[in-house]
């Protein structure tokens, strides 16, 4: 789950991340309220969950009240527009007002889990405030990567491997080391995903404060960190992804026109998988799961085809605790009651498979038949072409 920059920089306190003073508000009035104890310049920061929000028009410098007023009234109520939130934005509901900091330099870091080494990788590099896939594209040799056993924690080794790879000041290896420790200890301590600052800046003062705080926690995680769970901004969900949950369907939005149902996460990965390689692009994961009933698989088609995008769906079921039957059963039911506007492929094995294959073909409905993934993938891709 994410959290919002202001709730992040409220756990980096906690862990002693040193950050700008600052005040959220969802009103220019209240950004005015906030700056008469912050006093001037001050940066003003949309609220939302995706980067490059500075690029957008997300984040202004005020100097001035006039300026103030107007950065606020220009950002708060704005459909915001960066790489990660896609064409359709996100609409700003909140700001974050920061009192200004001088700034001398710009780093960037973060911390992620590293599944091919099984470690936790501390990235770090002295390109802060640019896009780290830029920065990893065009001078790689500017990234410093330390993977931290966790089984060991963070050592003395670690933070020199980092404050060396950052040509750090010897006067700020101490303040560092305690701020990357600190940061290490909260994301190990929250079950975070993602711990990032871009940018970790140096100030004129000679000192490093987090500018920027982006987490992401790990949801299976959730139940051991309430306090996080009430900074969750039901705002910031996808809708459809947040219809889905209620049904306890797994549900992604994606860019592509191929709609899935599928059960089992693993089969779903492998049919987005060889969908790509036919020549098409999957428009959603909808994991129907091993226990679905016949609603689930009805809900399933009826969030699918409330996607515009989707021109094609391909059903790809391997019949277990989910019965063939079963399946077939929920996509009658589902098109005797959602108008089925665009073709559907069904590949389906396994248990009850000849039955559900009778009820498919007795219902009277246009679906295409499947001899195996390979021949499914092929069919749907013709036909969204």
């Avoid at 640019?130 to 990893?136: F, R």
């Amino acid at each position: 789950m994410k959290i919002h920059e202001y709730q992040a920089k409220e756990l980096f306190r906690k862990y002693h991340v040193p950050t700008p003073e600052g005040g959220v508000s969802d009103s220019v009035d209240g950004v005015k309220e906030i700056v008469k104890e912050l006093g001037l310049p001050v940066a003003v920061k949309a609220q939302i969950h995706a980067g490059g929000r500075g690029k957008g028009g997300g984040v202004k410098i005020a100097r001035t009240d006039d300026e103030l007023v107007a950065a606020a009234d220009a950002i708060l109520g704005m459909t915001l527009v960066t790489k990660q939130t896609g064409p359709e934005g996100r609409l700003v509901k909140k700001v974050l007002v920061e009192k200004g900091v001088g700034i001398e330099k710009e780093l960037y870091l973060s911390i992620i889990p590293d599944r091919e080494t099984a470690c936790i990788t501390i990235i770090a590099s002295q390109d802060g405030g640019m896009d780290i896939e830029e920065v990893a594209e065009k001078t790689p040799e500017r990234i410093v990567k330390v993977p931290v056993n966790p089984t060991t924690g963070i050592q003395g080794h670690h933070l020199r491997q980092v404050m060396f790879g950052l040509e750090l000041d010897k006067t700020l290896m101490r303040e560092f080391s305690g701020i990357l420790k600190n940061l290490y200890n909260l994301f190990v301590d929250y079950d975070c995903s993602l711990v990032e600052i871009n940018p970790l800046i140096v100030t004129d003062q000679n000192s490093i404060i987090a500018l920027d705080a982006k987490m992401d926690i790990d949801s299976n995680a959730l139940y051991r960190h309430p306090d996080v769970l009430e900074m969750h901004d039901p705002n910031e969900d996808d809708p459809t992804e947040a219809e889905a949950a209620k049904y306890n369907l797994n549900y992604i939005n994606l860019d592509g026109n191929v709609g899935n149902m599928v059960n089992g996460a693993g089969l779903a990965m492998a049919t987005m998988d060889i969908i790509k390689q036919a020549g098409a692009d999957p428009a959603n994961f909808l994991d129907v799961g091993g226990g679905a009933n016949a609603e689930m698989v009805e809900n399933g088609f009826r969030l699918i085809l409330s996607d515009s995008k989707v021109k094609g769906i391909l059903v790809n079921i391997f019949g277990g605790i989910l019965r063939c039957d079963v399946l077939a059963q929920g996509v009658v039911q589902a098109a005797e009651k959602v108008k089925l506007s665009v073709p559907v492929v069904v590949r389906m094995e396994g248990t009850n498979v000849e039955e559900g294959r009778r009820i498919l073909a007795e219902s009277g409905l246009k679906l295409i038949n499947a001899t195996d993934l390979a021949d499914a993938a092929k069919k749907v891709a013709e036909l969204v072409s």
